[in-house]
């Protein structure tokens, strides 16, 4: 089946700090991957995405790169910020399916 | 486009009362999925639908939880009758067919039975 394993919050940083949520996957079939970050009170919002192996998704700052080999989509930054304190889900979606399959999730706390 | 819209955004009812969830999702995504999150079990998808039909509802916790999409811009959660555990925060997202598109969430609702 299908399976995303994230590492275990609370990850927590001084800001400025590098920022690295480790997430790898398994797959049957060829996965689109995500990170998706929740604001306290809010929904899941897309972070950023990679379709095929060796792509490097990006935004606001974040990068992850799709590791086929390695089977993983680590999400980095190079300089947190206290307004990136949220949670991460790291999710994935294989053709043929409607459904996400998420991570459960790392809560990033950055203090000032 | 204005995105998924959920209401209510907070809900505050006594144990045993009908609660209705509204959602409407963005226009032209063709799949609609309701997710429940809370501390102890974390996101948990309750059902899909697919063009308006109901594709795997498999994660309904019981009975007391329907889900209808009448058209292709609306869809309910209904829960009757509410119990105090199912307090938690209730998320509608959307999306096109394909893989590689992922959702869009709504804001969520915050239920809190008493």
């Known amino acids: 089946g299908n399976s995303v394993t994230q590492m275990e919050g609370p990850v927590t940083l001084s800001e400025e700090a590098f920022l690295t949520i480790n997430c790898t996957y398994t797959a049957t079939g060829y996965p689109s991957l995500f990170w998706y970050v929740q604001y306290p009170g809010e929904g899941l919002q897309l972070l950023l995405k990679a379709t095929k192996a060796d792509d490097k998704g990006s935004n606001k700052g974040f990068e992850a790169t799709y590791r086929k080999e390695t089977t993983s989509f680590h999400l980095e930054k190079g300089s947190v910020q206290v307004s990136d304190s949220a949670v991460y889900f790291c999710?994935?979606?294989?053709?043929?399916?409607?459904?996400?399959?998420f991570g459960k999730g790392t809560m990033l706390l950055v203090s000032p | 486009d204005a995105g998924v819209i959920q209401s209510p955004r907070h809900e505050v009812t006594e144990m045993g009362q009908e609660v209705t969830l509204r959602c409407k999702p963005i226009s032209g995504h063709n799949s609609l999925f309701w997710y429940r999150q809370t501390m102890m079990r974390g996101l948990e998808l309750l059902i899909y639908f697919n063009n308006n039909v109901p594709i795997d509802d498999s994660g309904m916790p019981e009975d007391r939880f329907s889900a209808k999409m009448p058209n292709a811009s609306f869809s309910t959660l209904k829960i009757q009758p509410s119990e105090p555990r199912d307090s938690a925060v209730y998320f509608c997202?959307?999306?096109?067919?394909?893989?590689?598109?992922?959702?869009?969430f709504g804001s969520g609702t915050r239920l809190t039975v008493v």
């Open positions: 997202a959307s999306s096109t067919s394909g893989a590689g598109h992922g959702y869009t």
């Open positions: 999710a994935l979606s294989v053709s043929g399916y409607s459904t996400l399959t």
